[in-house]
């Protein structure tokens, strides 16, 4: 879709100033009902527009695709002289004195960003009811979550306040809310995009990840973030193509032929009726297409929430230790010791979730339990890597759903008690793929007999981010997916 | 009340034996930080103004190795004989402190860069042998200034690059002590690794101090005494440490694992904290750093780099100045006697019949001097040129040794050239022969019988003979000058 | 091995002190129970047969080995991978203003953060 207002922005059909106004618009219609931001930038979006409409009067070109194109950051993701919270209480006032690297980027492309979006407290969750700024709810279900951890950027985009969204995925935080909203959510390779002022939850594990309504309008924003960033010392990759060009060579069945997906009737089984019907047709699909299907076992998947959930606090619990009200952040007004400045700030300020993940953590690498615990992971992790190795020696795509249900019911409107290790189980499927560093991608299903969303995922091996995209844009192409969110722009388009 | 049945350290080691390990933090002299660009703030600098977000902690910042610490450390491996490592990691240890901002301290637990290095050197009749376990790469502290009631904290030092560089526990005197670190430090100011200011705390040690009953082969329990910043304050403490430890063992029968603090005005080390469960650092590896691959390229390169060290000095002075093996490693133990010597050197008329001659003079009379002045060998008010300048005169036979040992003295006192002294002090001897000659032969004229005395034996007449020159010349002939022409004249009579 | 840890008030005490988390009564029962929970559940990884894995701390690891067997030709024509980590060269750039440095600071003094209590460097 990008790449269509593109052309009529160039060809000033249509103007920046009239995106950006038709996208503020929405976030004044929707905010009360869905909170999909915690900061929304007016004044800067609109001054920012109207920079970008007077480039073209005077320079009479544009050189970037995302030229005067809105979009949304989860609050995760550092913004210089922007509020920028983490979904915290503690950084409820925090303001970056730097910018980082994904921020730098897509505004220097000239894209417009209009606001910052909720999510759970430093990306701990999958239901974006982890944070004090409240919950997002999915458009249209206001009974319903945006699911988590980047509820809002997926609940901006499906509302119709942005074009596209930046999230960050530790264990589905991106592919999950995008399944729930109806919308493409793509995980890159570990090292693929710089985690540099992405406030970082679980550093082996995170990945800025964009969610957009169509796999092209992914491929546009991939071009950005991809960039190579020198800060960044697990940022690898480097791309070799363009991404744009990628997805302009769109095959259709020439680029499906041939091909082959593994699956397993196992990681199925568990799966709400409606997911399973939905996976059984697409597999349906593929194999009219010409792609064969290959049944693989992943049996280290059983581990994958333990693993994660043993290793993700562990990295959060250090990651976390610099809040503790010394340099920026909240600082308790009762300060009588050191030890009480430092136990007092952080109580006070920090989540539930997140004092149970870094307790969690924090035990995991504690003298005597490390072995059992962390490092037990670490090894089981390398197992889950060696599947994945194994599986992509049989098949050039893995197949699974995104979740094994559709969008959650918020707490309040849910009568089972709340259970963290139950929550922890909903990762299940997009686990694995940050353990291994896989690229992976969430597409658009189609909804269920409740009108809510469903998604499926494909995962590509390591580094083969442009081959799944561009699969994926075939597959875009020839099989019926719905990109509900398209209708928001159909008087731009 | 501890019972102080021990004095003095020979009290101690009557009955105990001493062992001690020590850990070296050497600031690495780079122009920038070791995480961040930062420039490294030397001496005073005003607080806060070499920090970045890097450095301070922010949310979303990473850390990414500054290359010329890791070829320095390199550089100092190889420089103590030590392996360089195929491949390094970086592992956080957490603690929370108000001059840690990141709430753990980015270092090396698994693989540090150097390993299996040593230290040795000549003592009396046998060899020391040091073994340094390893070197790590690491980054400095903030400081805070205490007040009142509040501290104050300055970040400016905080990500300045360290290396650690820890020994086995091979030390059983404060002299070895002591010796060890000089050396360390003149390598790592000569290698142009450490800047060495030791009152800036360029360099600063950490005593592992325990006591066993002489001949036990376990260990007592130690203590760490830590942050000592001169070579006097070491030997202090560890001889502080010594007596206290062994008066607890005789009193209580056991020492307690403590961290402890030198004060240097009192001479007295003070408990900072006790070594307890609590003390769990929670090592885990460094998410944010990947492994580095060190090329063995690299490490060629870096070595075919590397200027002489001691031990090759020491040949090269034995071979070159005919210097004998104990007086070149008395010379080659300082790279800063090593260039006073050669400066020596290069400064005489004629350098293969000097050299020893100089060296005498460096580590007899200068060495003497600088002791009893507390002075090191790049403050001597003597300088080379100048301790040239007096051997010269000496072998020509201008003045006596004993003089010559008198003018040194006051060239050290009074920092005048050797010439300007003897001029002043009238020491200037005649060695003209005429001169000498005609004053013996009225001599011999005038004293018959005391020449029939010498002709006939009498060795004593010789010194009446040369007494009388002595007179008539004030003091200034040259003794050996006059017995010999007095022996001439009379074989010719 | 097979650890089965008692979760128990005094071991979540000790885990939230070196944490610097404190909790009421009531919180604590509940952590205890969330733990417990979990570790239960995490004690099921001593069924996965790890002899001889080594532990994969970071996938950026596998994603270095690929980028030496690009290096090496043997495989890989899409993408470009690094084989090393970048490292900084050692040239200054300009730190924050002290202005910046400052500007989140709960307390502040004479350019430098203020914490009311006494600290001694360690």
Known sequence: MILELHEKIKSKKISALDLIKHALKSIRSHQKENNAYISILDHHAELKAKQCDEWLSVKGNLPNYLHGIPFSLKDLFITKGIRTTAGSAHLANYIPPYDGHVSEKLQSSQAVLVGKTGCDEFGMGSTNENTPFGAVSLPGHPQHVAGGSSGGSAASVAEGSSIFSIGTDTGGSVRLPASFCGLVGFKPSYGVVSRYGQIAYASSLDQSSPLAIDVSDIAVVMEELSKSDPRDATQVYQSKHSWVDVIKQQTGKKGLQGKTIGFHPALWNSCDPEVQEVGASWMKHFQSMGIELVEIPMPSFEHAVATYYLVAPAEASANLARYDGVVYGYRTPKTPNLESLFVKSRSESLGEEVKRRILIGTFALSSGYSEDYFAKASKVRRLIWNDFKNAFQKCDFYFTPVCASTAFLKRQFNKIPMDPLKDYMNDIFTIPVNLAGVPAIALPTGVSSQGLPLGMQLIGPTFSDQELLAFARNLELELPIDHGAKNHWKDFL | MISTSFQSLDDVLKEFDLTMGLEVHAQVDTKTKVWCFCPISVGQAYENHYVCEICSGHPGTLPVLNEEVLNKAIRLGLALEGKIAPKINFDRKNYFYPDLPKGYQITQFKNPIVFDAKMEWDHTDSKKIIRIERIQIEEDTGKSTHHQDYSLLNYNRCGTPLLEIITAPDFHHPDDAVVYLKKLHAILKHLHICRGNLQDGNFRCDVNVSLSPKGATKLGTRCEVKNLNSFKNVEKSIIYESIRQANLLKSRGKVLQETRLFNMQEGKTYLLRTKSDADDYRYFPEPDLPSIFIASSKVKDILSQLPELPDQIKNRLQSDYGLNHYDASLISQSFDIVHYFEECVRNSSDPKNYAKKIANWILTELFRFLNEYNKEINDSPVRPKELVELISILESGKISHKQAKEVFAEMFDLKKSPSEIIASKGFEQTSDEGELKSILEKLILNHPKELEGIKSGNARMVGFFIGQVMKQTGGKANAQLATELLKKLIDQQ | ?122
């Open chain 3, 1 to 122: 091995m097979n650890m089965k840890v008692n979760v128990d008030k005094n071991l979540l005490k000790h885990v939230a002190q070196l944490a610097r988390l404190e909790f009421s009564e009531s919180e604590s029962d509940e952590y205890v129970k969330n733990l417990s929970n979990l570790l239960k559940y995490a004690d099921g990884l001593q069924k996965a047969p790890t002899e001889g894995i080594s532990p994969l701390y970071n996938p950026v690891e596998e994603g270095l080995m690929i980028g030496a067997k690009i290096q090496k030709g043997t495989q890989w024509e899409n993408v470009k991978v690094s084989e090393q980590p970048h490292l900084h060269i050692d040239t200054e750039k300009k730190s924050l203003s002290v202005g910046e440095v400052l500007s989140n600071a709960p307390d502040q003094l004479e350019n430098q953060i203020k914490i009311n209590a006494v600290i001694e460097e360690l």
